[in-house]
């Protein structure tokens, strides 16, 4: 599943300004926030999230730390 990600070039306008950029920000928070809520009604033996991220938290509502938070409760594993 990996090799199928595509990183999207940045397309910049005449003056140099990014006009995707928002393809370049990073949700840490809102990512794992909806793995958890996807895992916690979840009867498996374990339940396990592998974030893969750029380690900046620059986008999304949900704090990376409010997540963790969740995660914790519900009994998933982040790594």
């Given at each position: 599943m990996l090799g199928q990600i595509r990183i999207p070039n940045q397309i910049v306008d005449a003056r140099g300004r990014p006009l995707?950029?928002?393809e370049f920000r990073t949700s840490i928070g809102d990512g794992l926030a909806l793995s958890v809520?996807?895992?916690r009604d979840s009867i498996a033996k374990s339940k396990i999230v592998i974030l893969i991220s750029d380690g900046v938290h620059n986008?999304?509502?949900v704090m990376p730390a409010e997540?963790?938070?969740?995660?914790?409760?519900?009994g998933v594993k982040v790594y």
């Open positions: 995707n950029a928002e809520a996807r895992l986008a999304g509502d997540a963790a938070r969740a995660a914790k409760e519900f």
